[in-house]
């Protein structure tokens, strides 16, 4: 049964960086992060399919932010570069089968989120 932590949240300046981390346990074929800021709907960020290490990322965050794995370490990461105060939100990590998909309904487990903020 997969099981999913976050961790690396924090508060960053704009045009600032953070890394997210996702320890995580089973063999789900994608792993994706998602966010969700006060008063809107949770939105798909980045996936990974790890059977073949492709990578799909929100128009939002394309260029900006980076998802990764390793495997080794049972670790999702999310790197993420020059954070606008609109990058603000709970960010989860999940766990799901479906290759290139932000969406919600084909993630399975979910973690308990960590908390980013982008402020001056």
């Known amino acids: 049964q997969d099981s999913l932590s976050e961790s690396g949240g924090g508060s960053v300046q704009p045009g600032g960086s953070l890394r997210l981390s996702c320890k995580y346990a089973g063999s789900s074929a994608s792993r994706a992060w998602f966010r969700q800021a006060p008063g809107k709907e949770r939105e798909g960020v980045a996936t990974?399919?790890?059977?073949?290490?492709?990578?799909y990322y929100a128009d939002s965050v394309q260029g900006r932010f980076t998802i990764s794995r390793d495997s080794a370490k049972n670790t999702l990461y999310l790197q993420m570069n020059s954070l606008k105060p609109k990058d603000t939100a709970v960010y989860y990590c999940a766990a799901g089968w479906h290759q290139d998909s932000l969406m919600q309904l084909d993630y399975y487990r979910w973690g308990q989120g960590t908390q980013v903020t982008v402020s001056s």
């Open positions: 990974l399919y790890t059977r073949t290490g492709s990578t």
